[in-house]
């Protein structure tokens, strides 16, 4: 079966600084990856997906991804932190069968 | 466009009361799901439909937990005998299928609290 984890359930970074957050699947054919952001009392919202045969993928707010598949990676970053990115962040996965299946978050602040 | 709609936005309730709660999907998308999420917690699927098929039920947490769609339209979540540890937010997403890099589009969900 499909499975996502996110390494460390809470970040920490300063205003201005790199954003980085990890997310590893396990499949040995590569699912299809989305990143999702939640802010408070919000559903959530897609900031960026995978397109095959990409290795660095673009999202909203300055977001970008990066597809590794000998790391098994797809992990989250941004040049330069704002406070408005304060946030949980969900990395999942979608295989054929139209299953999803969501990492357990991690949950970014940002320190003015 | 519009997105999915879910209501109630909030409902609060008596311990052993019945809920309902109500999901309107984006047009045209064949799949809707359930999730339910705990404070502070990840996603924790709970249901899916795809067109007419059968539903995947195999998260619903017991036979308390039910859900039903009418076609491609509005779904319900329905909770009988509610406890206290139902007390969550119940998430709503809905995508096309056909193609498989389709995301999920996700409503703000209905907070539920069990008193």
């Known amino acids: 079966a499909q499975s996502v984890t996110q390494l460390g359930s809470h970040v920490s970074v300063s205003e201005g600084a790199l954003v980085l957050l990890r997310c590893n699947y396990s499949?040995?054919?590569?699912?299809?990856l989305f990143w999702y952001v939640q802010y408070p009392n919000q559903g959530l919202q897609l900031l960026l997906k995978y397109t095959t045969g990409a290795t660095l993928v673009k999202g909203i707010n300055g977001f970008e991804a990066e597809f590794k598949k000998s790391e098994t990676s797809f992990h989250l970053t941004k040049p330069s932190a704002h406070m408005s990115d304060a946030a949980e962040y969900f990395c999942a996965a979608r295989n054929t069968g139209n299953q999803f299946y969501f990492g357990t978050g991690t949950s970014l602040t940002v320190i003015p | 466009g519009a997105g999915v709609s879910q209501s109630p936005s909030n409902k609060v309730t008596e311990k052993g009361k019945d809920v309902e709660l109500r999901c309107d999907p984006i047009?045209?998308?064949?799949?809707l799901y359930w999730y339910r999420q705990r404070l502070g917690q990840g996603l924790e699927f709970l249901i899916y439909?795809?067109?007419?098929?059968?539903?995947?039920k195999s998260g619903l947490p017991s036979d308390r937990f039910s859900a039903e769609r009418t076609g491609e339209s509005v779904s319900t979540l329905t909770i009988q005998r509610t406890q206290q540890e139902d007390s969550a937010v119940y998430l709503c997403a809905s995508s096309l299928l056909g193609t498989v890099n389709q995301p999920q589009h996700f409503g703000d969900g209905t907070r539920l609290s069990i008193l």
């Open positions: 047009s045209g998308h064949t799949a």
């Open positions: 499949s040995s054919v590569p699912p299809y």
């Open positions: 439909f795809q067109g007419n098929s059968a539903p995947d």
